[in-house]
């Protein structure tokens, strides 16, 4: 109908003039009137409102804030945002020209210039890495901002010759595909790359009983293991340093069977079958270098870099 179905009387609003008097407009001049709140014979019409979304983000770029052609900064490269609208989501992803993979992320943005660091890059082949980022709203996703700088060659050290190490920087990758990670009491620490998996059939609770090689992906560590499968007494791992040691004493206790130290025990990667479960000093030292390592999960923080 033309009207609207609305009928030339008053009508109320939701606005109070004061005490016992709100708001109500005459629907045949337009006039605002302010009876008494319990009048029962006013009318009522209910509305809603319908917002449009905002535009999708705009006018922000990105750029790579750590040099990538340093080898160091392999473990823990870092780029920033600028003209982020702030609340925005924004994500990511950074690739090769080398070849296939990829690193991914998101996060909110809580400023108009924000910074995001510690990213591994290590798992991405030699060449030209391209950032590209997306920031989007209610409204959309706005045009894809990209940076791109070339990758420091990987350069692999021989980890068989004691030499080369005693001068080699923490994180440094081994010609068979290992790490070296650390030196201590003048030993030398060597670790395997990330991403590995079970033995076959394996289980967070199954103690490996004879060789295998797992797949290692160089992604983010994900494999979970128990200590031992039951609880007792002291088991005699008691060293803090040699880890060595620590491993052939849980694998002589065979009533606890323990996965963790059996799993490193019969691995077989990178053509070396000597792989143990580390001490706690040694397992600090991969601690203060996980970085340069590279694939460690990254522990939940309470800011969004």
Not at 98 to 115: I, L, P
Request: net charge negative; charged share 10%; proline share 6%.
């Amino acid at each position: 109908m033309a009207n609207g179905g609305f009928v030339p009387t008053m009508y109320w609003s939701s606005s109070e003039v004061q005490r016992n008097n709100p708001w109500g407009v005459v629907f045949t001049n337009g006039d605002g009137k302010y009876p008494n709140k319990n009048d029962t014979l006013t009318r009522t019409r209910c509305i809603r409102t319908l917002t449009p979304p905002p535009a999708a983000p705009s006018g922000y770029g990105v750029a790579w804030t750590s040099d990538l052609g340093v080898l160091s900064n392999m473990g823990a490269a870092s780029f920033q945002i600028t003209g982020a609208e702030v609340g925005a989501v924004f994500s990511y992803s950074i690739t090769s020209s080398g070849g296939a993979g990829n690193v991914r992320g998101a996060g909110v943005a809580t400023s108009a210039t924000q910074s995001v660091s510690g990213l591994d890059l290590w798992v991405l082949p030699d060449g030209i890495l391209t950032l590209s980022l997306l920031l989007t709203n209610a409204g959309g996703s706005g045009a894809a901002a990209t940076a791109s700088a070339e990758k420091a060659p990987f350069a692999p050290i021989d980890c068989t010759d004691t030499g080369v190490l005693a001068t080699a920087p923490n994180g440094s990758r081994c010609a068979d595909g290992s790490i070296f990670a650390a030196s201590l009491n003048g030993t030398y620490l060597i670790t395997h790359i990330s991403g590995c998996g079970h033995e076959p059939a394996g289980t967070s609770t199954t103690k490996a009983a004879a060789s295998f090689t797992p797949t290692c992906t160089g992604g983010t560590d994900s494999i979970t293991k128990r200590w031992a499968n039951t609880t007792g007494v002291t088991e005699g791992a008691a060293s803090l340093t040699d880890g060595m040691a620590n491993t052939e004493q849980l694998l002589a206790d065979a009533l606890r069977l323990n996965p963790a130290a059996a799993y490193c025990h019969h691995m077989n990667l990178n053509g070396r079958t000597d792989w143990y479960l580390p001490a706690i000093q040694e397992l600090h030292l991969l601690s203060e270098n996980r970085t340069a390592i590279g694939g460690f999960p990254h522990l939940p923080i309470l800011v969004i870099l």
